[in-house]
Structures are given as structure tokens and as C-alpha cells.
């Protein structure tokens, strides 16, 4: 039976895709009208002529019986289809409870998804506005020892070059470097993030600039006249948005460069606010004195038809060579790997939303489970309305087609609020996404494929949730519920009863997935902000101030900026302590090799090292553990004394003391502004203060004085007695006190940037997944709770009938609990399989947290249980007040 | 937008159609030879108007088409009453046959 029916639908979905084929028939059913015609035209003694001719007459025009049929077909189709529309939302209004919670079930998980489609969309699939970004490639250099660890992308002038030159995979490369560019506003300095781009930068790009021009090859030569490109974002926030500026001189670090072009928003390229044109070249002692040279971010277009390993193959024969001549910048055995630009770019935050996809698919499910047991829970009851339009001659396509049309206003009602909330929604989640997680030319909108992906899962939805429930329907047998007095109890409804139990059990293992995978990334957030920094970053507050390269070269010229500044900071009301820093925690400073007098060693033996004044540890409150800091006096004088970590203290120095000894930091020697004979006697030993973020190993550390070399970027760090922002303006207006040319940067209070740095990442993940898995645990509860009431109300006659027959009220109690909890039991054991054979995807994303945690998994299921009784509860006490009288004149 | 001349014409179509089904499943030329002959050769359907409405009927339920051999072997397509179709043709008929009596007293009233 099923399969007459089947093939019907076939037949219709046929007539209406393919309409030739309808037109075909029409011509075959005329024809044989025609042929029928003539036999009886002939039998009545015309020749064949006169036949054909009086059997075309009679029938008249066939263009015409062809046009006006089809045109019946296709009026009466639409008839119907609007008839089945208007019925079915008469339907829906009659039950607006039922109609209120499945739309709010869909809409949220339709908003749900969307809304982190749109996240995918604007940042993994077409983060970059450029177009062939998806060739961009950079190239990384990995410790063969260490693959996973970060490999280098930046590379010296000469070793560009080389890459440019010699590669055969690249039709186009280009490179970036990092510059503070100070400039003159009004009373004082401001700084903007400068990139240096070398030539064919902006061919490379592709983008056309929104005024004036870009870059032209002339501009990079050395003896062109200085010019720049303004970004957008600093167009707007630096110059007014203004584009008569275009043609103007501005002062960039000393130089007057003009004003060539401003670039449109979506062009942010290395989160530039300038762009200024260089050209590198072999000699690196070009750069003035006292600064270190740019490092320069290779990046490439790959060639058409030219693989990633092709790319990879060809690159390590330059980087062998390269490594030859420069084996200080390559580790003994190396690999190299091509990167696409957006893996990069957006690299460890694609874990984090492909789980969090994962959730929402997880979530959509759920909505969709529930709306089919709903669904088929209300086609049950309308079971008779059925067999009595079945019987009157609906077809069981007319039912199937009515109970799909119900299942689509009601997923398009649901999508239309579910966009809503995803705009509503959208604001949030960007607002959680970690900065600098994301490139600068991202832009989160709903755009155009995020709603054509909204209206698919709302198309898809009712194909998932309603189908079913109508299939059912329509192949109920025509009698029996007419037959059927009562609401049934017959043998028909255990198919029925049957699905809806899979449907929840399903629901209840989704559920179970999602709940053990926010758990775990709760536990573990939980985890890291439990891990302890060493440090107390509360009351902090910090800036980091480029100074300008012309004037501030040597050890003496800073010190002369940076302690009459400490002195006056200090003696500012609210502050109670200030010092000067080259790293801020959780990062330590800058990777040197040691040598301690009295040790031999083979292996290179690695350190970081950080230049402060005397104030850094107690401004910190990081605590002593051997020996002394060094004092006020011997920073004054720039003495050769440091103080390590333990972890130093320990891997080097083993069990010996080591206040007196005497280490080499080796690469104190290659600073621009060196120091000779780099020798330094420690004298303290202070606790371990994180210095390669939160989750690595502390690395061995040294602190010196900050007036050894005026080498390195340096900031400072201020600890207030009450909100470290309100120190912020009395600080810069010190700072101008002292250099008018000097600019504050990156400021900020040290927790807001800890939370930046180690905790916003994880906490979007986290906050996220629990967010869903909450919404889903509501939608499961809804789902529980309908189901089991549906199937009490369908027992009460039944249970009516134990109950004349002696069971008593906890008998009913019982049958009714069991009922439930048999389905969330067995959706729990499914739900734990899946979560285990799911958390390998997890553990990536953890920290210190098994992806098996015994308590996570535990928690969740007696949270299920909990939920599922909780559920049961209400209808299990309507069961226990049936009155056995009362149930069976039940309907 | 057929007018109320055409919208009779077409009620009364449909009803013969209908009815000539009501022995079995036929052909549309049998549709129209039957109607033909048991009018006494009174009633002439118009052939270009009986196609548009036998697949009118089809798709609102009322008949099912499906193909077959005719008795002269050719394939044709036979249509034929679905539930609703018979139910439909008791109420038209009883409809027309009130309709007419009505009108026939009319007429006799002097």
C-alpha cells in the first residue's frame, strides 16, 4: 500500500518538475481521441481524407485544448496549494499553545544556528575582502623537534629577497613589518600602527582606494618623495573622515610624508593604520643605530595550478641554502609549511567555532525532535479528522501535503523570529569574541549566504520535524479510529507510542552531548582561571610608550626620559607604586642563551630575559624567595646584577646556591645598543611569574636593570589605591611633561589585559556551548514533559481500568515514572557512548581537564535524571488522582 | 475570466463527465461518445472543452487517470471516479435534478 502511494507522489512531483512530460501525455490523449474519431468516421463510409479532415473539425484547435488544459493544470494547483495554506493556519490558530511553543522551539534553534553561521561565514569561509585570497599563502619555519609549536613567519630583509628571487611557486610575494608611527596632535603625541609594505603590495591586495590612489612601484624607490596610505578605521577616528586631506603633508616620525590615498574599510591589511612604502634591501645596516631591524611577514600568492607541497618542496630548497648562511635564524633540523593566510590569521579559533557549529547542529536537532514529537502527538488526536477526509476522498498526498504545509508555516514563522534573534543575538557574540582572534577586514553581519542559509534550515526544518509525523498519519488505516470509541489503547499505537520514545531518547543523548561538552569547557575555564600567574595583576595600571627612534638611542638618552617620569608618576595622588618594564606578564621578554661561570654544557641552554627598574617586583607583589632585588642605587648605575626564577634557579643551578654566581646573557651582545661583556652576578631568586601565557610552562627567567641599553620597546606599569583607569590622564599629562614627543600606548588596566590575553578565548567557547546546552536542556524538558503527559492522558483509561481492578495510587505513580525515566535512562546511555566517542574533538580545547572527567559526565547525568522526574512529576499526579469511575466514562 | 453563461455550460459538463464515469473507467473519447449517445444525440459535447475539464477534475480529486490499452489496442488514458468524485455527483445530480423540477414547475405555471 505504502508503495501505490509512494509511487503517486512520485507521479505528481513528476507531472509538476517536468512538464514536458505532461504535455507529452496530452498529445498522446488527443492523438488517440483524434485516431478513435477517424475509425469511425471511416466505418460510416468516408474516405481517409474526409475522416481525418471531419475528426480534426469536431475537435477543433489542439493548440488551443493544449494551452487552455495546461493552464487548468497549473490555476488548479495553486488553487489547492492556498486551499491547504488557509487550512492549515485555520489549524494552527485554533491551538495557539501548541502553536506558541513550536514556534518558539524553532526559532531558537534557527536563531541559535544562523547566528553562529554568520560568525563561520564572515570569518572562516570569506574573512578577507581580497579577491584570490584563498591563495595566500605564508610560509612558516617549524623545529623538526617541536613540530606543533609556532614556527616563524617573519623574515630578515636579505632572507625575503632570496625567497622572492628564488622561489618558482609564488606568481606574486610581498611582505609587511610593524612601525609605531608617532604624530603630532594638537598638545601631544599620538601613535598609530604603521605597516611598511614592500613593492606590489596593493597589486597584491587588489583593492582600489576609497580617495586618492595606491601605492605605484615609483613610490617605493628610495629616492621618491615620502608619501602614505591612511587605513580607514584611522582615517575616520584620526582625521575626522575627512577626504580633502587627500594631497596634505604630515609629520611621521620626523619625516613630512604626503597624503597619496585613504583605503576602504573592509581594507585592513596587518591591522594597519598607515601604510607607508619600502623597499627592502641586503643591507641591514641601513636602520638607524639604536633600532632593531624591521622583521618582515612573507606572504604569496600561489600560482595557478602550483599544490601546497609543491609550494613546500620548492621553499625548502631555499630555506636550506638560506639556512647555510644564516644558521643562527634556522633550528638544526627544521620543516618547512605553507599556510594559507586565513589558517594564520584565524588558525586556533577554528577549533572553537567548528565545536561551537557542532552545538548548534546538535541544538537544531533537538528542536527539530521535539517539534516532530509534537507534531505527531497532535496528528494522533487528529487522527479521526483524518480517517473522515480520507473517507470523504482526500488522498493521502492531499494529507501528507496539508500536514507539511502546517510543518512550513510554522518553520517559516519560527525562522522569521529566529533571524531576529540572531541580529538581536549577533551583537553579543561578537562583543565575546576575543580580539585579534579575527583579522581586521572581518566584518559580522548577516549578510547575504547567512540568510540564504537561515531560509535553508527553515525549508529543511519541517522536512526533518514534520515529514514523519504525516507519513504516519497518512498511513493510518481508514476504520479503525472511526471505529474506535475510545482514544485507543489498541495494538495500532505502540508503533506510534514507539517512535515518540526514540524521538526523546534521541533528544535526551543529544542533550547529554552537549551538556558534558559545556561541563567540560566550564571545568576547564574554571581550570585556568584557577591557575595562578604569580603576580597580583589587580590595581595595575599599564601603557607602553614607543619612544621616537631619533632622539632615543643609547641607555643614557632613555634613562633621561624614564626616571625623572617614574619620580613625578609616583608622587601623582592614587598612585602607590610605579615601575619600568620591557614585558608585560603573562609574556616574559625577550629569548637569550646563557652561559654560568663554572658550567659546562654542550646544549645551548635558553632563557628570557626582561629589563625593569628596582620597583617591577614589589609593584607586581611577586615575592622573594632567596637573596635580594637589586636596590635603587645599582639600577641608577646600570651594575651587572640580575635576578632569576626559580625554574631558572632550578634547571640551571641544580641544587647549588645561586646569590653570587655569575651567568652570561649572551644576547645582550646583539642588541643594537650592546652591551659589552655581558656578565651579570645574580642576586636574588624571585617565585615563578608566567611568562609564556597561562597554559605553557614557566620558562627560566632574568630581570636587569632597564638602564643597561637603550635598546627594546619599554612601557610602564603603575599600582593605584583605587580604579587603575583614573590614573590615566595625570599619567600622560606626565609623560608630555617630560617628551611632548613621546606617545601612550596600548593602555589599559593589566587584569583587562590578562583577560584579553588568557581568558577571552576560552570563556567564548565556554559561554557559548553553555548557552546552547542550556536551551537545549529547556527543550528537552518541554519534550519529556509532553510526551509523557500525551501518554498518561492516553492511559487514563487504562490506568482507570488497573486502578477498578486494585492498583493503587503509587501502582499509577510508578507506571507513569517508569514511563519517563525508562526513555531519559536509556537516552542517557546513548548520550555517554556519544560524549565519549565525541571528546577526542574536545580535547584541544581543554586545559587540565580530562575529556572523560568522571564528575562532568556524572553531573550531567543525574542533572538529566533530575530534569526527566521533574518532568514526569505533573503528569504522574494526574495519574494518582484518576478516579477509576470518572476514567473509564473517559471519552 | 469565463462568464456566468460559460460557468453554467462548464457545472453542466463536469456533471455529465462525471456521471458518464459512474459505469467505470473510459477513455475521453468514450466520455464524449457516451455522453453523445445517451442524450439521444441531443447532447453534443463540445470535444475542445472536454479535455481542460476531465484534467480540471483529475487534479481536484475527483477522478484518477491512469494509462491503459484501449479494446481496439491502443494506449489511452482511462479515467476514473475517486470516492470524493462519486460524492460530489450525488450532490450535483440531486443539485440539477431539484434545479430542473423546479424549473419545469415554473414553465407548466400558466
Given amino acids: 500500500m505504502a508503495n501505490r502511494w509512494l509511487e503517486k507522489i512520485w507521479q505528481r512531483i513528476r507531472a509538476t518538475s517536468r512538464p514536458e512530460q505532461v504535455n507529452r501525455d496530452l498529445d498522446d490523449e488527443i492523438a488517440f481521441h483524434l485516431a478513435q474519431r477517424v475509425d469511425k ?46 487550512y492549515a493556519a485555520r489549524a494552527l490558530r485554533k491551538k495557539p499553545g501548541f502553536t506558541a511553543v513550536a ?26 575582502p581580497y579577491p584570490g585570497a584563498e591563495r595566500f599563502m605564508t610560509v612558516e619555519i617549524h623545529d623538526a623537534n617541536n613540530i606543533d609549536a609556532v614556527g616563524r613567519a617573519e623574515y630578515s630583509a636579505p632572507e625575503f629577497l632570496d625567497y622572492i628571487e628564488k622561489n618558482h611557486v609564488f606568481d606574486l610575494t610581498v611582505a609587511d613589518a610593524s612601525e609605531d608611527v608617532l604624530y603630532q596632535v594638537g598638545g601631544g603625541m599620538e601613535r598609530l600602527h604603521g605597516i611598511l609594505c614592500t613593492p606590489n603590495t596593493f597589486e597584491f591586495f587588489g583593492l582600489p582606494a576609497l580617495y586618492g590612489r595606491v601605492m605605484e612601484p615609483a613610490d617605493y624607490e628610495p ?81 595557478p595550478g602550483v599544490s601546497v607541497a609543491q609550494a613546500q618542496a620548492d621553499l625548502t630548497v631555499i630555506a636550506n641554502q638560506l639556512a647555510r648562511i644564516y644558521p643562527k635564524r634556522y633550528p638544526p633540523r627544521f620543516v618547512v609549511k605553507i599556510v594559507s593566510a586565513t589558517d594564520m590569521v584565524v588558525g586556533n579559533f577554528r577549533t572553537t567555532l567548528t565545536l561551537t557549529l557542532g552545538a548548534v547542529a546538535l541544538l537544531l536537532l533537538i528542536s527539530c525532535a521535539n517539534l516532530a514529537n509534537l507534531m505527531l502527538a497532535r496528528a494522533t488526536t487528529r487522527e479521526k479528522e483524518f480517517a473522515v477526509r480520507s473517507a470523504l476522498g482526500a488522498s493521502r498526498w492531499r494529507l501528507i501535503r496539508q500536514l507539511l504545509v502546517e510543518s512550513l508555516i510554522l518553520s517559516v514563522c ?12 549577533l551583537n553579543s557574540i561578537v562583543a565575546l569574541i576575543p580580539p585579534v582572534t579575527i583579522p581586521a577586514e572581518t566584518e559580522i553581519s548577516l549578510n ?85 600567574l604569580g603576580l597580583r595583576a589587580d590595581h595595575v595600571f599599564v601603557t607602553r610608550l614607543p619612544l621616537p627612534s631619533d632622539r632615543y638611542q643609547t641607555a643614557a638618552q632613555l634613562t633621561g626620559f624614564y626616571r625623572p617620569l617614574l619620580t613625578r608618576i609616583k608622587s601623582l595622588p592614587g598612585v602607590t607604586d610605579v615601575a619600568e618594564s620591557s614585558a608585560l606578564p603573562p609574556y616574559g621578554g625577550f629569548p637569550t642563551d646563557i652561559e654560568i661561570a663554572g658550567s659546562v654544557h654542550a646544549e645551548k641552554w635558553p632563557a628570557l630575559f626582561q629589563l625593569c627598574s628596582e620597583r617591577f617586583f614589589s609593584v607586581l607583589k611577586i615575592q622573594l624567595r632567596d637573596g635580594r632585588f637589586f636596590d635603587e642605587n645599582e639600577v641608577a648605575d646600570a651594575r651587572k646584577v640580575v635576578v632569576i626564577n626559580e625554574t631558572f634557579a632550578r ?121 546552547f546546552a542550556i536551551v537545549g536542556l529547556a527543550l528537552v524538558t518541554i519534550g519529556v514533559y509532553s510526551v509523557v503527559a500525551y501518554a498518561t492522558a492516553r492511559r487514563t483509561h487504562e490506568i482507570g481500568i488497573r486502578m477498578a481492578l486494585g492498583a493503587t495510587r503509587s501502582d499509577a505513580l510508578k507506571l507513569v515514572l517508569g514511563m519517563g525515566l525508562r526513555v531519559i535512562a536509556i537516552g542517557v546511555a546513548i548520550g555517554l557512548v556519544a560524549s565519549l566517542a565525541l571528546s577526542r574533538i574536545l580535547a584541544s580545547q581543554l586545559w587540565q581537564t580530562s ?27 494526574r495519574a494518582t488522582s484518576i478516579e477509576p469511575t470518572l476514567a473509564l466514562r473517559h471519552e | 475570466m469565463p462568464d456566468k453563461k460559460d460557468d453554467l455550460l462548464q457545472g453542466t459538463l463536469d456533471l455529465l463527465i462525471l456521471k458518464s464515469l459512474a459505469r467505470g473507467p473510459m477513455h475521453g473519447y468514450g466520455v464524449a461518445e457516451w455522453i453523445h449517445e445517451s442524450s439521444q444525440d441531443v447532447l453534443r459535447v463540445e470535444e475542445g472543452a472536454l479535455y481542460p475539464a476531465l484534467h480540471r477534475l483529475e487534479l481536484r480529486g475527483l477522478l484518477s487517470a491512469e494509462w491503459g490499452v484501449s479494446d481496439n489496442n491502443r494506449r489511452a488514458k482511462f479515467y476514473a471516479l475517486t470516492a470524493t468524485g462519486k460524492k460530489h455527483l450525488m450532490q450535483e445530480a440531486e443539485y440539477w435534478r431539484r434545479m430542473s423540477g423546479a424549473i419545469a414547475r415554473v414553465l407548466q405555471t400558466a
Fill in chain 1, 223 to 303: 629616492s621618491a618623495p615620502p608619501t602614505f596610505i591612511l587605513g580607514y578605521k584611522a582615517w575616520k577616528s584620526h582625521f575626522g573622515g575627512d577626504p580633502s586631506i587627500i594631497g596634505q603633508t604630515y609629520i611621521l616620525n620626523g619625516t613630512a610624508r604626503t597624503l597619496i590615498g585613504i583605503m576602504p574599510k573592509r581594507f585592513g591589511w596587518g591591522s594597519g593604520d598607515v601604510f607607508l612604502p619600502v623597499k627592502p634591501v641586503r643591507a641591514e645596516q641601513a636602520f638607524a643605530a639604536g633600532e632593531f631591524p624591521p622583521v618582515w611577514y612573507l606572504i604569496g600568492h600561489l600560482k
Fill in chain 1, 103 to 128: 514556534i518558539v522551539t524553532l526559532a531558537l534553534g534557527i536563531g541559535a544556528s544562523t547566528a553562529i553561521f554568520s560568525v563561520i561565514e564572515n570569518v572562516l569561509i570569506e574573512p578577507f
Fill in chain 1, 651 to 771: 634547571r640551571y643551578f641544580d641544587r647549588a646556591n645561586p646569590i653570587g654566581r655569575r651567568i652570561r646573557v649572551s644576547d645582550l651582545a646583539n642588541f643594537p645598543d650592546k652591551v659589552a661583556d655581558p656578565w651579570f652576578e645574580v642576586v636574588g631568586v624571585v617565585s615563578d611569574v608566567r611568562n609564556k601565557g597561562l597554559q605553557e610552562p614557566v620558562e627560566p627567567e632574568i630581570w636587569l636593570p632597564y638602564t643597561l641599553t637603550g635598546s627594546g620597546q619599554r612601557g610602564i606599569l603603575v599600582r593605584t589605591a583605587n580604579d587603575p583607569m583614573s590614573v590615566m590622564d595625570s599619567v600622560r599629562r606626565e609623560v608630555w611633561a617630560v617628551d611632548r614627543g613621546v606617545a601612550l600606548t596600548y593602555t589599559g588596566s593589566m587584569e583587562n589585559y590578562i583577560h584579553l590575553q588568557s581568558y577571552a578565548g576560552p570563556q567564548f567557547g565556554f559561554i557559548l556551548m553553555t548557552l
Fill in chain 1, 448 to 532: 547575504l549566504p547567512v540568510l540564504a542559509f537561515a531560509l535553508a534550515v527553515a525549508m529543511l526544518t519541517p522536512m526533518i520535524f514534520g515529514l514523519v509525523p504525516a507519513l504516519r498519519a497518512a498511513r493510518s488505516d481508514l476504520e479503525r479510529p472511526l471505529r474506535d470509541s475510545g482514544k485507543g489503547t489498541g495494538s495500532g499505537t505502540v508503533g506510534q507510542s514507539r517512535f515518540r520514545d526514540a524521538v526523546i531518547v534521541c533528544e535526551v543523548a543529544l542533550s547529554f552531548t552537549l551538556l558534558v561538552g559545556a561541563g567540560l569547557l566550564m571545568r576547564s575555564f574554571v581550570a585556568l582561571r584557577g591557575e595562578s
Fill in chain 1, 851 to 877: 575529556a572523560h572527567d568522571p564528575l562532568t559526565i556524572f553531573g550531567v547525568a543525574i542533572l538529566l535524571l533530575a530534569i526527566g522526574v521533574a518532568a514526569c512529576v505533573v503528569p504522574a499526579r
Fill in chain 1, 414 to 425: 519560527g525562522g522569521a523570529i529566529g533571524v531576529g534573534l540572531a541580529a538581536l543575538g
Fill in chain 1, 41 to 86: 468516421n471511416r466505418a460510416a463510409g468516408m474516405d481517409a481524407a474526409g475522416a481525418r479532415y471531419a475528426a480534426h473539425r469536431q475537435l477543433g484547435n489542439v493548440t488551443n485544448i493544449r494551452e487552455r488544459t495546461r493552464e487548468v493544470r497549473i490555476l488548479t494547483s495553486l488553487e489547492s496549494l492556498w486551499r491547504d495554506f488557509t
